[in-house]
């Protein structure tokens, strides 16, 4: 049984088909990069993966149950999305990187935010900082950290490194090549060719919407 199966989704909206009639199998450990030009429905396909939005006809399975069937709160913990437009709540740095711990009825954990910014090459002062004092990339580094404090079994993510320099783009590589080969399924949406190939084994060309490519490459 494949982790996550899409058959025969589509997604429409205002007359519009954005998604057509895609079918698609991931596996568990799967790190598959998703490319395709601007507007091709890359980020509409990773919504449907945690139930952003629903598809507006055919079917997704998680470990072969109708998506659409689980709670999304509890589903949004196993199948974690990484926005491409960093969304931070609350005051600070803090707020947010504790906010999961809560969802989960569970104490922080200050190890655990210790071990995050030590991946992320980051300094725990951090946590201090005021979100609207925040660069871009740092914005998008912490956004990512919220989504992995709890190990997902999925991670999606929507060109995260886009706003990072050279150097945090490779921390953040390593980080995200980590969590896969510690068992995380990652699909990635990525405009960089050498970033798709770097680590993914299955490269998704999408185009308006339709699957034009599945590609193994390891
Ligand atoms: N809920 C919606 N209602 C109407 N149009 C939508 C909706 N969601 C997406 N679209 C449109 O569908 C198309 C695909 O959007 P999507 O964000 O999935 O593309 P993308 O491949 O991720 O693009 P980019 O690489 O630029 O981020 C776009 O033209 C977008 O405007």
Redesign the pocket.
């Known amino acids: 049984m494949s982790l996550l199966e899409f058959s025969h989704v589509s997604f429409t909206?205002?007359n519009?088909t954005?998604v057509n009639d895609l079918s698609l199998s991931i596996e568990a450990g799967d790190f598959l990069s998703i490319v395709?030009?601007?507007?091709?429905?890359?980020?509409?396909?990773l919504r449907l993966c945690c139930h952003l939005?629903s598809p507006t006809e055919g079917t997704i399975r998680f470990h072969g149950q109708d998506l659409m069937r689980f709670n999304p709160m509890e589903l949004r913990k196993q199948i974690s999305y990484c926005f491409?437009m960093p969304y931070l709540f609350g005051d600070t740095v803090r707020n947010n990187l504790e906010y999961p711990f809560l969802l989960r009825n569970q104490p922080v954990d200050p190890d655990r935010l210790e071990e995050l910014f030590a991946a992320f090459q980051m300094s725990t002062n951090n946590l201090e900082k005021e979100i609207q004092n925040l660069s871009g990339g740092e914005k998008q580094r912490i956004a990512l950290m919220r989504s992995i404090v709890f190990r997902p079994e999925i991670l999606l993510l929507?060109?995260v490194t886009s706003a990072l320099d050279v150097a945090n783009t490779q921390i953040v590589e390593k980080v995200i090549e980590a969590l896969n080969q510690a068992g995380i399924t990652i699909l990635w949406?990525t405009?960089n060719p050498e970033q798709s190939r770097k680590y993914a084994n299955k490269i998704l060309t999408?185009d308006t919407?339709e699957v034009r490519s599945l590609e193994a490459i390891r």
Not at 36 to 45: E, F, I, M, Q, R
């Open positions: 909206r205002e519009r954005i395709g030009p601007s507007g091709s429905g890359k980020s509409t396909l939005i491409q929507d060109e949406i405009h999408i919407g």
